[in-house]
């Protein structure tokens, strides 16, 4: 079987590694992939975006599957491309038409439809340009600390969590009215904040039946200890240790088969991952956000966990089968800790050379910013490559991830050592 599969990051390099592993598969292609996805299959020079290029190479290519990795293509309709036009509709994608899609790429339409089925989440309101002086009354009326949320996609950037009032009416203002994310906050979502502990559930489904993924946990700040600004992911966890048989059970009743049911019910087809970012509060969860794809970094610590073929998977995604599909995991522990720029999550420089690679033995080196200049791989991004380990407990998966992040170099580099030692 000939699978492409649409990004470049880390996320994709855990799907090219783990695809790589089926017997079933024929050829892999990866658009755009990094430095490192040449080793499981063939780079192709696409933008994820580019629906007509992307279209045109897998009819040239014979390719039965498309995975999209990141969440702009699926947001932007590429999987309603695919089935709009008739030489191409027979390419299984896997991923939420733009309608699904919405359930991230717009913060109001997945709240709307958590209240209508009755998914758990923080209480919230939604506003814009025509009711921003409500929208500052309203915040008069809240706990402190408060959430505002921009609605549309903003790189991960678009959530603020506000101690005073008078922060929250500033935030608020150049949100929607000085466009301090672009178009993703015109509207803006202010909601409850919930104190408890995030993980995240991920979960497979076909549109009828799904998988539950291994959960994760991952880390945002910057800083050792959960300081300083967000990031995309400075490292994951998988399991998470505090969610255990009970309270993934209250989720998968309370969260992940309404939420199934629930695109069912309201008519939205869906065929791919969803990922339900969780606040465990005191032992119960609530739902924070929707994702339509798979975490980046959560990625790189749950697939090594499947032992299953993903490939087969896939297929049953496809094929609407899902639930024939046999599934295992294993009960080791995945960490996984991020590689990243000097600089980052501001300002930072490319094009440093990254050497010893190589001699990383005990751990999986996933690349995510990196690219090939003149037969050397340099940095390419903020993320640069994510370090994956699995054993048989968290310890030695924390110590074994760590040492061997440290065994790579390039200058600026930086990476924090604490991941998931506040687990132990």
């Not at 500052?136 to 678009?158: M, R, S």
């Amino acid at each position: 079987m000939n699978i492409l599969i649409v990004g470049s990051g880390g996320r994709e390099s855990a799907f090219a590694y783990k695809l790589a592993q089926s017997p079933r598969l024929s050829k892999l292609f990866i658009a755009p992939g990094n430095a490192g996805t040449g080793v499981y299959g063939q780079n192709v020079p696409l933008k994820v975006t580019d629906f007509e290029g992307i279209a045109t190479f897998a009819l040239e290519n014979k390719i039965e599957i498309i995975l999209v990795g990141p969440e702009e293509p699926l947001v932007k309709g590429i999987h309603d491309y695919f089935l709009g036009r008739e030489d191409i509709k027979h390419i299984a994608v896997i991923g939420p038409q733009q309608l699904g899609a919405q359930l991230e790429g717009s913060k109001d339409f997945s709240k709307e439809f958590m209240f209508r089925h009755n998914i758990p989440t923080a209480a919230y309101k939604s506003f814009d340009k025509s009711n921003l002086e409500e929208g500052l009354t309203y915040l008069e009326t809240q706990n402190l600390p408060i959430v505002l949320k921009a609605d549309g996609l903003a790189a991960g950037k678009g959530v603020l969590i506000c101690e005073t009032i008078e922060n929250a009416k500033d935030e608020l203002t150049a949100m929607i009215a000085e466009a301090k994310f672009g178009d993703a906050s015109s509207v803006v979502v202010i909601e409850e904040f919930l104190k408890g502990i995030e993980l995240s559930v991920f979960v497979l489904t076909d549109g009828n039946s799904y998988k539950v993924l291994p959960s994760a946990k991952d880390y945002k700040r910057i800083g050792e200890g959960d300081t300083g600004l967000n990031t995309g992911g400075m490292g994951s966890i998988s399991p998470v240790p505090f969610a255990d048989e009970t309270f993934l059970s209250k989720v998968e009743e309370r969260i992940i088969k309404p939420t199934v049911e629930g695109l069912k019910n309201d008519n939205i087809p869906y065929k791919g991952f969803i990922f339900i970012g969780l606040m465990n509060v005191e032992g119960e969860p609530f739902v924070i956000e929707y994702n339509v794809r798979m975490g980046d970094p959560e990625t790189e610590s749950v697939l090594p966990r499947i032992e299953s073929d993903l490939l087969d998977l896939l297929e049953g995604v496809a094929q609407g089968n899902l639930e024939t599909r046999s599934y295992t995991v294993s009960p080791k522990t995945a960490v996984t800790v991020m590689l990243v720029s000097g600089g980052y999550p501001g300002d930072y420089e490319s094009g440093k050379v990254i050497s010893n690679i190589e001699n990383v033995k005990e751990s999986i080196v996933f690349h995510a910013g990196t690219k090939e200049v003149n037969g050397e791989v340099v940095t390419a991004g903020g993320r640069v490559i994510a370090v994956t380990t699995l054993q048989n407990d968290l310890f030695s998966a924390l110590q074994q991830a760590t040492a061997d992040a440290g065994r790579i170099f390039y200058q600026g580099k930086y990476f924090r050592t604490d991941i998931g030692f506040d687990l132990i």
